[in-house]
């Protein structure tokens, strides 16, 4: 990866990884990056998580990102 800027955060790796699903479809690499306090702590999953992409991706990640919370959200 190239200059890595933090996407977004999210609350649990469980949803950033869905979300990096969604960018890794779309041809946008990226990476989870998280802090298991060193190893010490594997098992926990409520902890915060940063979505992170390269530079000259971030704008078409916004992009992607913010039209998939969008259909998440819509009522039927």
């Known amino acids: 990866m190239e200059k890595e800027i933090v996407l977004k ?3 649990n790796r469980y949803e ?3 979300a990096k699903g969604l960018l890794d479809e779309k041809g ?3 990476m989870v ?3 298991d ?3 010490l702590h594997p098992g926990i999953i409520v902890r ?3 979505l992170v992409v390269n530079e000259e991706d ?3 990640a916004k992009d992607i990102i913010r039209i998939s919370e969008i259909k998440v959200g819509d009522k039927p």
């Open 33 to 35: 990056s998280d802090d």
């Open 9 to 11: 955060t999210f609350l």
């Open 28 to 30: 946008i690499d990226s």
């Open 48 to 50: 915060e998580c940063n």
């Open 16 to 18: 950033a990884e869905m």
């Open 58 to 60: 971030l704008e078409k």
């Open 37 to 39: 306090v060193g190893g």
